[in-house]
Nanobody
Framework: QVQLVESGGGLVQAGGSLRLSCAAS????????LAWYRQAPGKQREWVAS?????SYTDSVKGRFTISRDNVKNTVYLQMNSLKPEDTGVYYC?????????WGQGTQVTVSS
């Protein structure tokens, strides 16, 4: 099994930056892909970015967000720059291990205008 713990959320003004972290523990040796999702109030959870052999991003964050991973620390990061109020939401870390979706508890990001 895998456990995911996010951190780094907070309140920031529009145009500011935050860096989210997601620490993985458990059967981390077999994790290939890690992803970030977010859920805004009243909306469905949406995919933001993922990293496996390469990084990919949803269109709305391209050029502003950067996903990276440290395989020694078993941690994935999401550097978020030029934040906008529409980036507000709970950000979740995700991976699929042995056919099962694993999620962290989420970290709140609030961007004020």
């Amino acid at each position: 099994q895998v456990q995911l713990v996010e951190s780094g959320g907070g309140l920031v003004q529009a145009g500011g930056s935050l860096r989210l972290s997601c620490a993985a523990s458990g059967s981390t040796f077999s994790i290939i892909r890690l992803a970030w999702y977010r859920q805004a109030p009243g909306k469905q959870r949406e995919w933001v970015a993922s990293i496996g052999g390469f990084a990919s991003y949803t269109d709305s964050v391209k050029g502003r967000f950067t996903i990276s991973r440290d395989n020694v620390k078993n941690t994935v990061y999401l550097q978020m720059n030029s934040l906008k109020p529409e980036d507000t939401g709970v950000y979740y870390c995700n991976t699929v291990w042995s056919g099962t979706d694993y999620w962290g508890q989420g970290t709140q990001v609030t961007v004020s205008s």
